[in-house]
């Protein structure tokens, strides 16, 4: 990493993603780009916040600059689901800022025998010169499952953790050792009881909350009854096409499959 007040590196006209302790930094969220521009960081930081090259959107740098103490009033803090609705280049850029920060956070001692972690200065990774442990910034995968059944309908379920809130497609991790069809198997039949077959792989997503990557199928229902397992499904519908619940935006993957599923896609 390279300190900021270091200009010779510095782009005047970049993508500055400020990141404190999992918010970024916006000017205004109505912005577009909201990002900061060198000339437009905020006054609390003192050029000594490390900083790095995150990549480009549309030839323009962007950099990570990562602030540790964030100021509990100012309002300008935000998640980067606030950048959602922005190009899907701009929540990239945003999503690998919120990890790589939370990655610098996380690894600075090491987790086999406790010694200052250095970063690796030719990729993104840390590592430890005592005893060569190796870390790289984590991701976990996840499946969305959009299960559709002969009679057209679409299977949705509101979490436990959304209480009077939106319905979705069933979701979970995906576990050591595991393919993605077989985690989407298995969660299927964990959540709400029900065999599924013919899965089609329909996209992925970076969602850094904090670090998943989310993956999407649409699969066909086989066999078995509607059965939420209580802790995680508080209900759980076949749904007709034109009498959707409010499910989530357009903007994330889920979203993006009720949408072509609505639309007649399978
Ligand atoms: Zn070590």
Not at 62 to 69: E, G, I, K, R, V
Not at 110 to 134: D, F, I, P, T, Y
Not at 190 to 214: A, K
Request: net charge negative; aromatic share 10%.
């Amino acid at each position: 990493m390279i300190k900021h007040n270091v200009t010779a590196t510095a782009d005047l006209f970049g993508h500055w993603f400020i990141v404190s302790q999992g918010k970024i930094w916006l000017n205004s969220v109505d912005a577009a780009p909201p990002l900061c521009r060198y000339d437009q960081l905020p006054q609390f930081l003192d050029g000594s916040e490390p900083l790095c090259l995150l990549g480009a959107i549309e030839g323009v740098d962007c950099y990570l600059l990562n602030y540790t103490d964030r100021p509990e009033a100012e309002e300008q803090w935000h998640s980067a689901r606030a950048l959602l609705q922005q190009s899907a280049a701009i929540f990239e850029h945003a999503a690998r800022a919120c990890q790589v920060a939370l990655f610098f956070q996380t690894h600075r001692y090491c987790g086999q025998c406790g010694s200052s972690m250095h970063l690796v200065n030719w990729e993104l990774a840390a590592l430890c010169h005592k005893c060569g442990h190796r870390c790289y910034p984590r991701i976990n995968p996840c499946v969305l499952i959009a299960v559709v059944n002969d009679k057209n309908q679409l299977l949705l379920a509101r979490s436990t953790r959304h209480k009077t809130g939106f319905f979705s497609i069933l979701a979970g991790f995906v576990e050591s050792a595991e393919t993605l069809e077989q985690a989407a198997v298995r969660e299927v039949k964990e959540e709400v009881g029900i065999d599924i077959c013919n899965l089609r792989y329909m996209g992925s997503q970076p969602w850094p909350f904090p670090h998943s990557l989310m993956t999407a199928f649409i699969a066909d229902y086989k066999s078995g009854e509607l059965v939420c397992q209580p802790d995680e499904i508080e209900e759980a519908h076949w749904f007709d096409l034109d009498q959707l619940p409010e499910v989530p935006m357009v903007a994330t993957l889920s979203g993006q499959v009720i949408q072509y599923i609505a639309r007649g896609g399978r």
